[in-house]
């Protein structure tokens, strides 16, 4: 499974392409600011959503592709009036020519817009979900004690990282990071839970920590968490078990699913 930024990134490699994005929007729209896809003369990377709206768009960038006028600074969109669209916002959109040696800087720019996710453990869980979050609006820091359990080719919105003690890669973790824990070993989730509620301490800037894990496991974690002297204020920023209710199957592509459902719904929720 492949995230869009790999498909852009390898279709750059043998053809220029356009990129648009979206600008900013006014009232309702189909997608929010910093929405992107790239348009090829016979294909779409990625979506702006809207029916009509994406349509005309392609149209306009593949005119210039082909050899029209290029299109320049930001175009105005009305979605009622002009598209026909029931929406009735407005939306602007950029255009932007790119080719081969676009490709590094247009990987730093468009992975730099999506949500940081620590992931720790790269078991069989930890594999299903690190592949569905590459399609996602995260970039996954992928992290295990163990060297060589990490696939060789992953998509470009994952970082793989070998830490061994494992907890010591919480100290560096990106600020805004939501975590996942789900090690080989209860004893690695137990340290890395207690970085991660330390540093919460002192920085307070992990929004979402999430343990793998039954109510009995929970319970036990945090008997030995308050021996430590984590208050109960404290051991409440910790989910455990993970996942939306009532997704009750063990496999662990079911259990990514229902993980990725909750991080969305705390991303989501957390916004204006």
Known sequence: MTGAVDELLARLKREHGILVRVESTQGSAPREAGTWMAVWADGLTATIGGGQLEFQATEEARAWLAGGPAIEGIRRYPLGPSLGQCCGGVVFLSYRRIQASDAQALQKELLAHLEPVALFGGGHVGAALARLLSTLPFSVRWIDSRDGVFPDELPAQIETEYSDPVQQAVADLAPGSRVLIMSFSHAEDLDIVIACLKRLRER????YIGLIGSKTKWATFRHRLESRGFTAAEMDRVTCPIGVPGITGKEPE????????????????ARP
């Open 204 to 207: 307070d800037d992990l929004p």
């Open 254 to 269: 079911v259990i990514a699913v229902a993980v990725a459902a909750q991080l969305l719904q705390a991303l989501y929720s």
